[in-house]
């Protein structure tokens, strides 16, 4: 009598590889860019977080500046973003984000009539820059 073989082929084997391999080229790249944006996303909050801290700073003092160029809120910190703020006079501002270590590449600021813009995204520099915040692909 014959004994009956039990398990999978070589080829069998191979395919299912294969299939497992298509299929992790499509996610890891779309799971890529979903933690890319909620890490813009975190940096953009605080932008705005900070923009109505200094609005409240405004309210109180009649200036956006606590002294020379330093504004009377400074925004918190945030990972993979460098925040800051510069006061141009005592009624001006600009906040910016800057992208740090895996985020280098991406720049966005916010001033005080709240005109937010893009400078850098994917690390294609805009000149001039955009006037909006690109978080995902070319859309505001």
Avoid at 19 to 36: E, F, K, N
Avoid at 96 to 109: C, E, H, I, L, R
Wanted: glycine share 6%; hydrophobic share 35%.
């Amino acid at each position: 009598m014959r004994k009956a073989w039990a398990g999978f082929t070589l080829i069998e084997l191979l395919i299912a590889i294969v299939v497992v391999a298509i299929l992790m080229s499509l996610a890891v790249p779309a799971y890529q860019d979903y933690v890319r944006r909620s890490r813009i996303n975190a940096a953009l909050a605080q932008l705005s977080q900070t923009r109505v801290s200094l609005e409240q700073y405004y309210a109180d003092n009649r200036s956006y500046a606590a002294s020379g160029t330093t504004c009377g809120a400074t925004p918190s910190s945030v990972d993979y973003f460098t925040l800051a703020c510069t006061a141009s006079g005592s009624t001006g501002y600009t906040l910016s984000a800057t992208g740090a270590t895996v985020m280098a590449g991406y720049d966005y600021s916010l001033d005080q009539s709240n005109s937010k813009t893009t400078s850098k995204y994917k690390g294609t520099t805009y000149s001039p820059v955009k006037a909006c915040w690109y978080i995902k692909g070319d859309e505001c």
